[in-house]
């Protein structure tokens, strides 16, 4: 059975930190690439960072360049998001992805607040 679980979340002050977790397992994790979305209240979902399965470019949406860094970790099947400087905009569920060979799965999410 395949799962994506997010962890990490929470409320944090303008200006602070929070590093997200996503532990997969039921697929071979080394082979897909892993990315982290984020949807906002009445806001459409956007890709926040991608990192590659084999190599592990990254890349990030200009809103979060040189503030989140995304990373792998195979031998524990888990990637992270490095999230500092946070911003009120930062605000929304979270969510892990895992793709490869045309199949995409989904985490539940989690939730970041930043606000004072």
């Known amino acids: 059975q395949v799962q994506l679980v997010e962890s990490g979340g929470g409320l944090v002050q303008p200006g602070g930190s929070l590093r997200l977790s996503c532990a997969a397992s039921g697929f071979t994790f080394s082979q897909y690439a892993m990315s982290w979305y984020r949807q906002a209240p009445g806001k459409e979902r956007e890709l926040v960072a991608h990192?590659?399965?084999?190599?592990?470019?990254?890349n990030y949406a200009d809103s979060v360049k040189g503030r989140f860094t995304i990373s792998r970790d195979n031998g524990k099947n888990t990637v992270y998001l490095q999230m500092n400087s946070l911003k009120p905009e930062d605000t929304a569920q979270y969510y892990c992805?895992?793709?490869?060979?045309?199949?995409?799965?989904w985490g539940k999410g989690t939730l970041v607040t930043v606000s004072s």
């Open positions: 992805s895992a793709f490869a060979f045309g199949i995409l799965y």
């Open positions: 990192i590659s399965s084999v190599v592990s470019i990254t």
